[in-house]
């Protein structure tokens, strides 16, 4: 790890949000609340409580996560603190759930959902970025089928719900430990029979003959066309687990196509693995979200066995495709009413305290700015009526209200203004 370079002077440059990192502004910042509550209205609705873990964990959290997944040989941002620790910026969020787990020993079935940063030092481009966002889900301690089931519901429904409609359902099964490791040895045999096709990756080939597979690269596309598949080497516990997931997935009306090559890219996976990918993205950055099983990993994590499952959808990705699909527009930022002060007491500062306490978003200008300047201020909020304080009519213990829309302007006692105004209000949204 390099030494800090230190008290060099900013420039343009260090004022900038570090590469392929995204700083998130309103009104598109909006389409982020409406995503995570829908997704959090979901999750609760699915039995699923909030965990909040810290950004950084102690390396060993990510070791099992892939020694041989370049997220954690070459992606990954860590550091060492001044306390001398080695630590990590999170690269994925399956890992701090199960330490958490571990270190809390709650009672299973857990059933956790996240909303989360994540970092991988990897080259930006559209969709892929070194710092992305992701809502997901795990549960801690269950190996029923249906669980499997219910998660890629959980997933595929959240997708409907913000109007996705390109999307595709690939799942997969990657087998217990004994249908996994018949498995690695034939195709490790066929991975040595490409060797010189493989050349310097034929060293991953012989750790993990798995990580392969998902490979995009073009010139290796018939090796891997050709390749042995891992559905052939399933046993009977895993086929079993396998066809009851199918079963239930069409139970529900839940389409999906089985990709015999989807092995995803964590080497803490077992069993059902699943991905979802969106037919308007371009095919490298397309998958919005997947996820699988798990179920060695709380034990090789030092916690008691817990087979587990969870998955992950990038924020930045699904509202990629939201765009690509017009969906989920922002809504534009508005509030109810604008207060025009004219008079330049504290009765601004009252009655907007006022309108807010009851429920009404509101807003004003500041720094007695002339009658024109805070009407062309209360348009720009979207409004849909401005308060106005006129001196005179404050005398007379009256403000005026005017619709924004239609021009109409009515008088109304100061004390009955939220009140009129909530009424108003729901009239238009009823
Ligand atoms: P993952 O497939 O690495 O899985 O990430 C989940 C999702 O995060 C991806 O489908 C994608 O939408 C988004 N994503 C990943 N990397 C980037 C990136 N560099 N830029 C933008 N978006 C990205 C996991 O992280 C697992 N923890 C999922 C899981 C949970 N498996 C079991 N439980």
Redesign the pocket.
């Known amino acids: 790890m390099r030494r800090m370079p230190t008290d060099r002077p900013a420039t343009r440059e260090t004022m900038r949000a570090p590469k392929?990192m995204l700083d998130v502004l309103p009104p598109e910042s909006a389409r982020w609340t409406e995503l995570v509550a829908r997704f959090a209205t979901r999750a609760q609705r699915f039995g699923y409580g909030l965990i909040v873990t810290p950004i950084v964990e102690h390396y060993e959290v990510f070791q099992r996560?892939g020694e041989t997944t370049d997220?954690v040989r070459k992606e990954m941002y860590e550091f060492v603190d001044r306390g001398g620790r080695h630590l990590a910026l999170r690269?994925?969020?399956?890992?701090p759930?199960v330490r958490a787990y571990a270190q809390h020993r709650p009672t299973t079935p857990w059933k956790v959902w996240y909303l989360a940063p994540?970092f991988?030092a990897?080259q930006?481009q559209a969709?892929?970025?070194?710092?992305?966002?992701?809502v997901?889900?795990?549960v801690i301690g269950l190996d029923d089928p249906d669980v499997d089931v219910e998660i890629i519901e959980l997933v595929h429904g959240f997708f409907r719900d913000l109007g996705l409609r390109d999307v595709r359902l690939l799942i997969n099964s990657m087998g217990d430990t004994e249908s996994r490791d018949r498995y690695r040895a034939v195709l490790l045999d066929y991975w040595r029979s490409h060797a010189s096709l493989l050349g310097n990756d034929m060293e991953r080939a012989e750790t993990n003959p798995l990580r392969i597979l998902d490979s995009k690269r073009p010139d290796w596309h018939d090796m891997l066309e050709r390749a042995p598949q891992l559905g052939e080497y399933l046993n009977d516990a895993s086929a079993a687990h396998f066809a009851r997931v199918q079963e239930g997935l069409q139970l529900l009306g839940v389409e999906f196509e089985i990709a015999p090559r989807l092995v995803?890219?964590?080497d803490?996976?077992t069993s059902t693995?699943f991905?979802?990918a969106s037919g308007a993205l371009d095919a490298a950055?397309n998958?919005?979200?997947?996820?699988?099983?798990?179920d060695r990993l709380a034990e090789e994590m030092g916690a008691p066995a817990a087979p587990?499952?969870?998955?992950?959808?990038?924020?930045?990705?699904?509202l990629l495709a939201c765009d690509a699909e017009g969906v989920l527009p922002a809504p534009p930022a508005r509030v109810d009413a604008f207060v025009i002060d004219l008079v330049a007491t504290h009765e601004a500062l009252l009655l907007l305290a006022e309108l807010r306490e009851s429920g009404l978003a509101a807003d004003r200008s500041y720094g007695s700015r002339t009658m024109k300047r805070q009407m062309a201020a209360a348009d720009r909020s979207g409004a849909g009526w401005a308060v106005i304080i006129g001196e005179k009519e404050l005398a007379r213990g009256l403000v005026s209200i005017r619709d924004l829309a239609s021009g109409e302007q009515v008088e109304v006692p100061r004390l009955e203004v939220a009140a009129w105004l909530r009424m108003r209000k729901d009239e238009r949204t009823s």
Not at 308 to 318: A, K, L, Q, W
């Open positions: 392929g996560v997220v690269p994925e969020g399956t890992a759930v994540n991988r990897e930006p969709g892929r970025y070194r710092q992305h966002w992701q997901g889900a795990e995803r890219g964590f803490y996976y693995v991905e979802f950055q998958a919005i979200g997947g996820g699988g099983r798990y587990s499952i969870g998955f992950g959808i990038g924020i930045e990705r699904v």
